[in-house]
C-alpha cells in the first residue's frame, strides 16, 4: 500500500537554529508531493509543492524541500526557525491514480526561545 | 478572497442525532473531499466527488453521507453520530485531483457524547 512516513513525531529547536522535518515515501512513478502546515485552531496551508520539474523546492517563509528519488525522501528545512515556525507540518503525497492525497502523521515542531 | 469554508466551526451533539456540516468553495473547483484528522493519525479521506452528482468513498466513509448537487457545495452527512465520530473534520478543495494544491477549510471540530 501507498504510505507516507512522517519519521518524527515531535521536533524542538531553539530559535535561530536549523529546522529540518524528515518525510519518506513508499515509491512510484512521478509522485506529487507538498508540505503543509498547520497552526493550531486553523486549516492546513501549503508551504510548497514538488511536481516533476527542479528536485530542490523553495516554499514561503523561507521553507525548502529536496526531492531524492533514490532515497524516497522530501525532508523540509529551513535555515534559521521562528517562533512563528512553531505548528505541525504534514508531508502529503500525490499518487497516480489514487484519487486522494497520502498524509502522513504529522511532526509538531517547537521553537524555544 | 478564494476560500474554502465550513460551517460549523465547533459543535457538540448527543449519539443518534443526525447532523450536516456544510462546505463550500469559491473557486469553481472540481474535485472536493472531506477528511478527519485524529492524533498520531494525519488526515485520512472519507469521501470525495469529481464533479456535480459524482461522488465515492474515500478510505473511511463508514457512518457518513455526502452529496454534490451543485459544484461550490459538499455537505458531510453523519445520520447517526456515535462517539467514535468524535474527531476535526476538514473540507478540501482542487482544480482536479492530480498534482495540484488543495485548499482546506478551517476545519470543524465534532464532539459526540
Known amino acids: 500500500a501507498q504510505s507516507v512516513t512522517q519519521l518524527d513525531s515531535h521536533v524542538s529547536v531553539s530559535e535561530g537554529t536549523p529546522v529540518l522535518l524528515r518525510c519518506n515515501y513508499s515509491?512510484?512513478?512521478?509522485?506529487?508531493l507538498f508540505w503543509y502546515v498547520q497552526h493550531p485552531n486553523k486549516g492546513l496551508q501549503l508551504l510548497l509543492k514538488?511536481?516533476?520539474?527542479?528536485?530542490l523546492v523553495k516554499g514561503i517563509n523561507g521553507f525548502e524541500a529536496e526531492f531524492k528519488k533514490s532515497e524516497t525522501s522530501f525532508h523540509l528545512t529551513k535555515p534559521s526557525a521562528h517562533m512563528s515556525d512553531a505548528a505541525e507540518y504534514f508531508c502529503?503525497?500525490?499518487?497516480?491514480?489514487?484519487?486522494?492525497?497520502?498524509f502522513g502523521s504529522g511532526t509538531r515542531l517547537q521553537v524555544q526561545p | 478572497e478564494a476560500q474554502v469554508t465550513q460551517n460549523p466551526r465547533y459543535l457538540i451533539t448527543v449519539t443518534g442525532k443526525k447532523l450536516t456540516v456544510t462546505c463550500s468553495q469559491n473557486?469553481?473547483?472540481?474535485?472536493m473531499s472531506w477528511y478527519r484528522q485524529d492524533p498520531g493519525l494525519g488526515l485520512r479521506q472519507i469521501y470525495y466527488s469529481m464533479n456535480v452528482e459524482v461522488t465515492d468513498k474515500g478510505d473511511v466513509p463508514e457512518g457518513y453521507k455526502v452529496s454534490r448537487k451543485e459544484k461550490r457545495n459538499f455537505p458531510l452527512i453523519l445520520e447517526s453520530p456515535s462517539p467514535n465520530q468524535t474527531s476535526l473534520y476538514f473540507c478540501?478543495?482542487?482544480?482536479?485531483?492530480?498534482?495540484?494544491?488543495?485548499?482546506f477549510g478551517q476545519g470543524t471540530r465534532l464532539t459526540v457524547v
Open positions: 502529503v503525497v500525490s499518487y497516480t491514480g489514487r484519487r486522494a492525497l497520502t
Open positions: 515509491s512510484s512513478y512521478s509522485p506529487s
Open positions: 473557486m469553481n473547483h472540481e474535485y
Open positions: 478540501a478543495s482542487s482544480p482536479t485531483v492530480m498534482n495540484t494544491e488543495a485548499f
Open positions: 514538488y511536481t516533476s520539474a527542479a528536485t
